[in-house]
Each structure stands twice: as structure tokens, then as C-alpha cells.
């Protein structure tokens, strides 16, 4: 099983609202990753954790919030996002950290009005 | 900054092989990767290869690596209308992957 799976599919949510962007993958992965995606571009890295702790944050805005709340599990909190935040946000775990293979969800296509 | 090239689009006819190349920068990359991307959807790991192989094949992929040249193809055999997609090539690099801006596969019937 490589599947890592990701709720919800898609996400209308204006520039006021909190909402939540869930992923689980069943791997035993211990690196869990998320990477936004605008059209018709290369996926860029936000966030890393390892065994469950941040271990990159690439300068992402503090309106994204990341949380681990287990080895399966990883969150992206939103709150008062901007417009040019809508794009595809992906997540992705791998074995560990340094190099492997790193296996993607189908993402999460959010829109912010 | 590491940076990954790609071409951006390759059109070719059912039946023929398509060879997508993809060039890089870091080379102390370990391994490099294929990635394909149908619309709306997520990145599925096609193949990939370790740094101290020249080739490696799958089924229809064959992946080349030329280290010297910092440069890595995917050719894909009998290519159908079900390999129409984006193709990104990724390189490894200190543990995180660098995306060249894919390249858009169109397979004509």
C-alpha cells in the first residue's frame, strides 16, 4: 500500500474563515511533507517533519500552520489566507528524511474568495 | 540554487516512443526522479534511479542517467493516449527534491 490520502478534495473558503487541510498515510513513513502547487507550475516545498517534528519551514507564511499529531497523521491549519494563496496543496511522506522516495496524495484544491 | 531544466512540451503519435530529458545541477544528488502528473490530480511516482546506475528499466520506462553530463531522460515505449500528461524530472537534493517545471506529454492518436 503507497496510498496517502488527503481531505478534503477541495475547498472554497473565504479570507476570514479557519479551516483545516488533513492527510494519513499507513506506511510506517516517518517524513511527512506539504507542497503548494500553483497552474501550471513545479510543486514548491512548505513544511518537513520528521518523527514528528518540524524540521523545514521554508519561510511560509505564519497564516499556514503545520501540526503532526501523530506518525500517520498531518494538518494544515489555515486562517486569513489571501487569494494568491489558492492552489493545490499536496502532501507527501517518505520512509525518512535525506533522499527517499517521497509518495504523494492527490492533494487538496483550494480557493480562497 | 539547484535548479532542474525540462523542456516544456513533447507531442507524439500512439504507437511511438516518447524520450523526455531533463538536466540538473546538484552532483551530489543520490537519487533522481520521475514524476507524472494527470490534471487535477496528485504526483505518482513513476521510477527512479540511483546515482551510481547509468540505466535502469520498467516495463515501457527506461530511465538514462548520464552523471557527467548532469543529465537524465524517461523514455516510454508503445506510448498511449493514457500517458498524456505533465512529467516532472526531480533531483534529490540534501534530502529535500528540486521539480524541473515538467514537461506536458500530448500523445496523438
Known amino acids: 500500500d503507497t496510498e496517502v490520502t488527503q481531505t478534503p478534495k477541495h475547498l472554497v473558503m473565504g479570507m476570514t474563515n479557519k479551516k483545516s487541510l488533513k492527510c494519513e498515510q499507513h506506511?510506517?513513513?516517518?517524513?511527512m511533507y506539504w507542497y503548494k502547487q500553483k497552474a501550471k507550475k513545479p510543486p514548491e516545498l512548505m513544511f518537513v517533519?520528521?518523527?514528528?517534528?518540524?524540521?523545514i519551514n521554508e519561510s511560509v507564511p505564519s497564516r499556514f500552520s503545520p501540526e503532526c499529531p501523530n506518525s500517520s497523521l498531518l494538518n494544515l491549519h489555515l486562517h486569513a489566507l489571501q487569494p494568491e494563496d489558492s492552489a493545490l496543496y499536496l502532501c507527501?511522506?517518505?520512509?525518512?528524511?535525506?533522499?527517499?522516495?517521497?509518495?504523494f496524495g492527490p492533494g487538496t484544491r483550494l480557493t480562497v474568495t | 540554487g539547484e535548479d532542474v531544466e525540462q523542456s516544456l512540451f513533447l507531442s507524439v503519435r500512439e504507437g511511438d516512443s516518447s524520450v523526455i530529458n531533463c538536466t540538473y545541477t546538484?552532483?551530489?544528488?543520490?537519487?533522481l526522479y520521475w514524476y507524472k502528473q494527470e490534471p487535477g490530480a496528485g504526483l505518482q511516482l513513476l521510477t527512479y534511479?540511483?546515482?551510481?546506475?547509468d540505466m535502469k528499466q520498467d516495463q515501457r520506462l527506461t530511465v538514462l542517467l548520464n552523471k557527467k553530463d548532469k543529465h537524465l531522460s524517461l523514455r516510454i515505449a508503445d506510448t498511449q493516449t493514457g500517458d498524456s500528461a505533465i512529467y516532472f524530472c526531480?533531483?534529490?537534493?540534501?534530502?529535500?527534491?528540486?521539480f524541473g517545471k515538467g514537461t506536458k506529454l500530448s500523445v496523438k492518436p
Open positions: 506506511m510506517g513513513h516517518r517524513a
Open positions: 534511479i540511483f546515482s551510481n546506475m
Open positions: 507527501a511522506s517518505s520512509l525518512n528524511t535525506g533522499g527517499d522516495e517521497q509518495y
Open positions: 517533519y520528521s518523527y514528528e517534528k518540524l524540521s
Open positions: 546538484d552532483s551530489s544528488s543520490t537519487y
Open positions: 526531480a533531483e534529490e537534493s540534501q534530502g529535500n527534491l528540486i
